[in-house]
T-cell receptor
Framework: EAGVTQFPSHSVIEKGQTVTLRCDPI?????LYWYRRVMGKEIKFLLH????????ESGMPNNRFLAERTGGTYSTLKVQPAELEDSGVYFC???????????FGPGTRLTVL | DAKTTQPPSMDCAEGRAANLPCNHS???????VYWYRQIHSQGPQYIIH???NNETNEMASLIITEDRKSSTLILPHATLRDTAVYYC???????????????FGQGTILTVHP
């Protein structure tokens, strides 16, 4: 089966611009997670969807970040407006309900200039 | 979720066993121990998990002490491709399966050399 895919792989934008990251989970996985690693820091959880509902969004840093998962399939993470400190690698992961392991995508490297 | 402590780095010779320790002294009865790894420029990869019994799969073995306060991930025959950051993560569960976010620490940088 295809793994978790993320688009784009890299994005370079200027401060104040808007960027939208996309994640396509493994087919049939109801759980979708967003994480990020900013420079020199640990990988941090952002939020968790179960189907189209936000189960846990405790890790979202501020209201410049908006995540959606319309229809319970793919998800988007929008950053508007982007700030310098948003630079980092954004990972998406998915899992099947009732299973323990999360499968991660390759990540999107975001650079805000 | 309970906090974990891992050594920042370890070395291992190719073909030898790599034994990666993890302390989780505040683990509670409903928390599993998970191991993930991140090979350079890739997303984290699930390796193995366990509750209280030792576990083995095609990638590794997980040894959990009887008091559950520490564990060891064993890669029986390390290869150069096993060079990665290894994360020990403790996570709660409900209904027999774990749920929710993973809390990553700094992990252990394992370097496998020829």
């Amino acid at each position: 089966e295809a793994g978790v895919t993320q688009f784009p792989s890299h994005s370079v934008i200027e401060k104040g611009q808007t960027v939208t990251l996309r994640c396509d989970p493994i087919s049939g996985h109801d759980n979708l997670y967003w994480y990020r690693r900013v420079m020199g820091k640990e990988i941090k959880f952002l939020l968790h969807f179960v189907k189209e509902s936000k189960q846990d969004e405790s890790g979202m840093p501020n209201n410049r970040f908006l995540a959606e998962r319309t229809g319970g399939t793919y998800s988007t993470l929008k950053v508007q407006p982007a700030e310098l400190e948003d630079s980092g690698v954004y990972f998406c992961a998915s899992s099947r309900t009732g299973r323990n392991e999360q499968f991660f995508g390759p990540g999107t490297r975001l650079t805000v200039l | 979720d309970a906090k974990t402590t891992q050594p920042p780095s370890m070395d291992c010779a190719e073909g030898r066993a790599a034994n990666l320790p993890c302390n989780h002294s505040t683990i509670s009865g409903n928390e599993y121990v998970y191991w993930y790894r991140q090979i350079h420029s890739q997303g984290p990869q699930y390796i193995i998990h366990g509750l209280k019994n030792n576990e083995t799969n095609e990638m590794a073995s997980l040894i959990i002490t009887e008091d559950r306060k520490s564990s060891t991930l064993i890669l029986p025959h390390a290869t150069l491709r096993d060079t990665a950051v290894y994360y020990c993560i403790v996570r709660g569960f409900a209904g027999g399966t774990s749920y929710g976010k993973l809390t990553f620490g700094q992990g252990t940088i394992l370097t496998v050399h020829p």
